[in-house]
């Protein structure tokens, strides 16, 4: 039975880690910027400081959105595992170099050469989907990697602020330089291939099975995704869930320990607990999304759920309810990005898989900007949230208005579906 599923063991395992171990590269920051003596090694005391914690993710995701562009293209001619090797390389090289930073400008210049070599996880991701899996599985596919994702802070949260508080956070970034280059660079080295077809151990079955045609694609021709309106619906989507998710997932911490007065044990348990929450609902969609076809009306509801979280804790009193609220609100977004994902696949071809991922993966400029704009508003209102919150409802009612626009012709394409199964 196993040899009839190696795709699993040879591109999942090795991309389940490549998020797993680049989350916590690019996400740590937000538990490591609760830390005091990095807050005082790298200058971050004055009225103007949550700006400038917020501007180290605005200036990563930045030079992330930019180089998707770049990566989707170096992916379609040069291929995805050559260019996650790449990539990973200049993911260690980044994390020595932030270990041994002195000064805000040193550590800057680490983000941005960081979100250069992290571009590449979307068109790396989705072009290793598009060339291994069947199109009838693309969802659990998704779901096997993306889990990655979320899993990795989730631990990661844990495991830095123990790191912190036994050692330095120097000493949190050199672990995961030696992660990067020691676990994942060889697992895409002896494992991988570019397709199915180039790895000497698949069996027949496996290939006859991987490229055989659903039905769907039999019955319509299938357009240029850029000629496709729903793909920028989606798109759109994208935008507000990069900005619903960096805004939330960088500022959790912060906002748990500074804006409700959690413990530092405290704050790493519910911002573990709200990447977990991001895991189940990647798993949930993944499952879902197959069985029923209908991804646009689970992001729709997604988004109507993101809206109600957060505006439950931009009320409540209660501080575990209001953090929890807010961790729910950021695990929508994680089942929104599992989604997007299997768009991308969707819309494109194995051909075009790496420019439509690249293009997908620019909307993560404004997550940056999320995270830049609520540590201004924060500097503006006192220290407080409120006004944040309420910023990032209006983008979740944002992208649920977007995904509506795709819900009839999803409806019509499952209908087709059903009658050409017959």
């Not at 916590?24 to 949550?50: C, E």
């Not at 069947?134 to 889990?147: C, P, T």
């Not at 990005?337 to 997908?360: C, H, W, Y």
Request: proline fraction near 3%; aromatic fraction near 14%; include cysteine.
């Amino acid at each position: 039975m196993l040899s009839k599923n190696m795709r699993w063991v040879y591109i999942s395992i090795p991309i389940f880690f490549f998020w797993f171990f680049g989350q916590i590269d690019k996400l740590g920051i937000s538990v490591i910027q609760t830390d005091p003596a990095f807050l005082a090694d790298m200058g971050l005391t004055g009225d103007d400081k949550n700006a400038k914690i917020g501007f180290l993710t605005f200036i990563f995701t930045v030079a992330y959105a930019l180089s998707n562009l770049f990566w989707g293209i170096v992916i379609d001619k040069l291929g995805a595992r050559k260019t996650a090797i790449l990539g990973l390389v200049i993911w260690g090289i980044t994390m020595i170099m932030a270990g041994l930073a002195t000064s805000y400008e040193t550590f800057l210049v680490s983000r941005i050469i960081l979100g250069i070599g992290e571009g590449i996880m979307i068109p790396v991701s989705g072009k290793f989907i598009a060339n291994w899996f069947n199109r009838k599985e693309i969802g659990r596919a998704q779901s096997s990697w993306i889990s990655g994702n979320y899993l990795g802070p989730a631990i990661g949260a844990l495991a830095l602020t123990a790191i912190i508080a036994n050692f330095t956070w120097h000493s949190a970034f050199f672990l995961l330089a030696a992660f990067n280059l020691l676990i994942n660079i060889p697992m895409f080295l002896y494992l991988t291939r570019e397709t199915p077809e180039e790895h000497p151990k698949m069996s027949k079955e496996e290939l006859a099975f991987i490229r055989q045609e659903d039905v769907v694609s039999k019955a319509e021709d299938r357009q240029n995704f850029a000629q496709d309106f729903r793909y920028w619906m989606v798109w759109i989507g994208m935008l507000a869930s990069s900005f619903l998710f960096f805004g939330i997932s960088i500022w959790l911490p912060t906002y748990l320990t500074q804006g409700k007065g959690f413990a530092i044990e405290e704050m790493a348990g519910i911002t573990s607990l709200s990447w977990l929450f991001a895991l189940i609902f990647v798993l949930i969609c993944g499952y879902l999304a197959d069985k029923t076809q209908r991804p646009s009306l689970l992001a729709t509801i997604l988004f109507a759920l993101c809206a109600i979280f957060l505006t439950i804790a931009s009320n409540a009193s209660n501080p575990v309810l209001a953090g929890v609220c807010l961790g729910l609100a950021m695990g929508t977004q994680g089942g929104v990005f599992q989604l997007s994902n299997l768009f991308i696949v969707k819309f494109s071809t194995p051909e075009t898989a790496g420019r439509a991922a690249g293009l997908m993966g620019f909307t993560n400029i404004l997550g940056g900007f999320s995270s830049y704009i609520m540590g201004w508003l924060r500097d503006a209102a006192g220290g407080d949230f409120g006004t944040s919150i309420i910023m990032l409802i209006v983008v979740a009612i944002i992208g649920f208005l977007a995904y509506i626009t795709t819900l009839k012709k999803e409806g019509a394409e499952v209908l087709l579906y059903k009658k050409a199964s017959l």
